[in-house]
């Protein structure tokens, strides 16, 4: 009887230490090595990280800026990222197809310190070429970086989308606007709007007898497309010259000026008088695109080669060339 005790004895303790593992394993379960616990710790996102700017200073800048100041024509390129602009340089959207600009700081020209440093930016950006002294200035209120403004729409767009790591964004940008370039140039073809080899100018009027032709810059972006208009040769020139919009006197315009003439200006009611006055001189009339018909009159708003102005531009062109 006494064994029999003790054997029952060691049996209910063998089933309650068994319970008490299983229990245990259950509420805490198996204890983790320090690599273990090391990996599923989550470690803070960086606030920054380094870009190299178009000056090849490397500049540790804001992952999510939400205070930007732009410098230069370039607000079209940013709104497509849907990043914050708190101040710009005004001198560049007096006519654009951005009336929301009229809301924000202008900084002034040159750069105004004291009213960029009252913004608070998170990031500046340079399009204009600065001093040394004007950089050092700026880049004690915020990360500042330069940027080159001559690119194309496509590689500015990519050079953005870098800069505020959104490449992603960039690229589906850039495949989308290729496209809708390609099919809106194909149906001006198809349609017989221009032809296979047309030749176009963009001539921009500021008044005073001062005349400027579009090189590589403005509408002229959008226009010499690949499937699009060829510069004329003489445009062609200073394209090739790397000139913007040099300025040209009105008795040589005439050789500028290819099979289609685009005419832009940016003047009071005094500087259009003036213009109409010029429009009826032999000087004009004389032009062949003019005595064709192939000339029209193009709102100043689109004389900017931005990514946003430049899409929507690709919207315009049928109805700009069938007027």
């Known amino acids: 009887m006494t064994t029999a005790f003790l054997l029952l004895a060691l049996l209910l303790a063998a089933c309650n230490n068994i319970g008490a593992s299983d229990h245990s394993n259950?509420?805490?379960?198996?204890?983790?090595?320090?690599?273990?616990?090391?990996?599923?710790?989550?470690?803070?996102?960086?606030?920054?990280?380094?870009?190299?700017?178009?000056?090849?200073?490397?500049?540790?800048?804001?992952?999510?800026?939400?205070?930007?100041?732009?410098?230069?024509?370039?607000y079209g390129d940013l709104k497509i990222f849907d990043v914050p602009i708190v101040g710009l340089d005004?001198?560049?959207?007096?006519k654009t197809i951005f009336p929301e600009v009229e809301q924000l700081e202008d900084i002034g020209f040159?750069?105004?310190?004291?009213?960029?440093?009252?913004?608070?930016?998170?990031?500046?950006?340079?399009?204009?070429?600065m001093n040394d002294?004007?950089?050092?200035?700026?880049?004690?209120?915020?990360?500042?970086?330069?940027?080159?403004?001559?690119?194309?729409?496509?590689?500015?767009?990519?050079?953005?989308?870098?800069?505020?790591?959104?490449?992603?964004?960039?690229?589906?940008?850039?495949?989308?606007?290729?496209?809708?370039?390609?099919?809106?140039?194909n149906k001006l073809r198809q349609d017989g709007?221009?032809?296979?080899?047309?030749?176009?100018?963009?001539?921009?009027?500021?008044?005073n007898k001062k005349w400027y032709v579009m090189g590589s810059a403005g509408i002229t972006s959008t226009l010499y497309h690949p499937l699009g208009f060829k510069p004329a040769p003489k445009v062609q020139e200073i394209i090739d010259a790397g000139q913007a919009y040099p300025?040209?006197?009105?008795?040589?315009?005439?050789?500028?000026?290819?099979?289609?003439?685009?005419?832009?200006?940016?003047?009071?009611?005094?500087?259009?008088?003036?213009?109409?006055?010029?429009?009826?001189?032999?000087?004009?009339?004389?032009?062949?695109?003019?005595?064709?018909g192939k000339m029209v009159k193009v709102d100043y708003k689109w004389n900017y080669d931005d990514a946003t102005t430049a899409n929507l531009l690709l919207d315009e062109l049928p109805n700009m060339l069938i007027k």
């Open 26 to 74: 259950e509420k805490v379960g198996s204890p983790t090595t320090a690599s273990e616990s090391k990996t599923k710790t989550t470690s803070p996102s960086p606030s920054t990280r380094e870009f190299t700017d178009s000056e090849g200073n490397q500049v540790q800048v804001p992952v999510n800026p939400q205070r930007i100041v732009l410098n230069s024509n370039r």
């Open 90 to 94: 005004k001198r560049y959207y007096d």
């Open 110 to 129: 040159p750069i105004n310190l004291e009213k960029t440093l009252s913004l608070t930016p998170d990031l500046i950006m340079l399009g204009d070429v």
């Open 133 to 185: 002294k004007e950089y050092d200035n700026l880049s004690k209120i915020a990360p500042t970086i330069t940027y080159d403004y001559t690119l194309s729409i496509a590689d500015t767009v990519r050079n953005f989308g870098k800069l505020l790591g959104k490449e992603q964004i960039a690229e589906s940008w850039i495949t989308s606007y290729e496209q809708k370039a390609k099919n809106s140039w």
């Open 193 to 207: 709007v221009i032809g296979k080899s047309e030749t176009a100018t963009a001539l921009v009027f500021f008044g």
């Open 247 to 292: 300025e040209v006197s009105a008795e040589l315009l005439h050789e500028y000026v290819g099979d289609r003439l685009f005419v832009l200006t940016n003047v009071d009611k005094n500087g259009q008088a003036e213009l109409e006055t010029f429009m009826k001189s032999p000087i004009w009339t004389s032009i062949p695109a003019v005595k064709n």
